[in-house]
Antibody
Framework: EVRLVESGGDLVQPGGSLRLSCAAAGFTFSPYWMSWVRQAPGKGLEWVATINPDGGETYYADSTKGRFTVSRANTENTLFLQMNGLRVEDTAVFYC??????????WGQGTLVTVSS | DIVMTQTPLSSPVTLGQPASISCRSSQSLVHNDGKTYLSWLHQRPGQPPRLLIYKISNRFSGVPDRFSGSGAGTDFTLKISRVEADDVGVYYCMQATQLITFGQGTKLEIK
């Protein structure tokens, strides 16, 4: 069974940093494109970032470019999202998702990031 | 950026009746490779989204054939032939032709 488990969400002050992880299990992690998608409380889905299988290509939404960095450790079956310069408007549940070209066939349960003073 | 616009934003439906959701993109979703990367997802309250349809009309594994997707270019539709209680929640269209953007979501509820 494919499993994606996010962790690292927390309460952080504006301007602070946080590193999210997504642990993959039940499938061979390394060949898959992976993405982060977030959902602010009561709002819709917003794409955050995507990384290719070997980590050599990364793509970001304009709202996160320059502040967030997506990476992966294929030997550890783990996806990461380093978030710096956090803003109140970054408050959201962050999901990791597997797949390419929008075929996000597996999602984690999400981890909550709250940015507040 | 490609903007995805869904209508309606809310859809009250009677059990057993059909439902339809439209999604329009601000520019053509036909990729340089000739394929159209338009997907539909469903999110139940308190749950992560799940994939229903990919590349306009391909049902994902385990998705009932009550769900169908159609369209081309900039106009796409998700249809549910007979709504069941389990179908409630929010439906999102999503394009991945040029980076990734989602529609605002359509809330399906039972009358």
């Amino acid at each position: 069974e494919v499993r994606l488990v996010e962790s690292g969400g927390d309460l952080v002050q504006p301007g602070g940093s946080l590193r999210l992880s997504c642990a993959a299990a039940g499938f061979t992690f390394s060949p898959y494109w992976m993405s982060w998608v977030r959902q602010a409380p009561g709002k819709g889905l917003e794409w955050v970032a995507t990384i290719n299988p070997d980590g050599g290509e990364t793509y970001y939404a304009d709202s996160t470019k320059g502040r967030f960095t997506v990476s992966r450790a294929n030997t550890e079956n783990t996806l990461f999202l380093q978030m710096n310069g956090l803003r109140v408007e970054d408050t959201a549940v962050f999901y990791c998702a597997r797949g390419q070209w929008g075929t996000f066939d597996s999602w984690g349960q999400g981890t909550l990031v709250t940015v507040s003073s | 950026d490609i903007v995805m616009t869904q209508t309606p934003l809310s859809s009250p439906v009677t059990l057993g009746q059909p439902a339809s959701i439209s999604c329009r993109s601000s520019q053509s979703l036909v990729h340089n490779d000739g394929k159209t990367y338009l997907s539909w997802l469903h999110q139940r309250p308190g749950q992560p989204p799940r994939l229903l349809i990919y590349k306009i009309s391909n049902r994902f594994s385990g998705v009932p054939d009550r769900f169908s997707g159609s369209g081309a270019g900039t106009d796409f539709t998700l249809k549910i032939s007979r709504v069941e209680a389990d179908d409630v929640g929010v439906y999102y269209c999503m394009q991945a032709t040029q980076l990734i953007t989602f529609g605002q979501g359509t809330k399906l509820e039972i009358k």
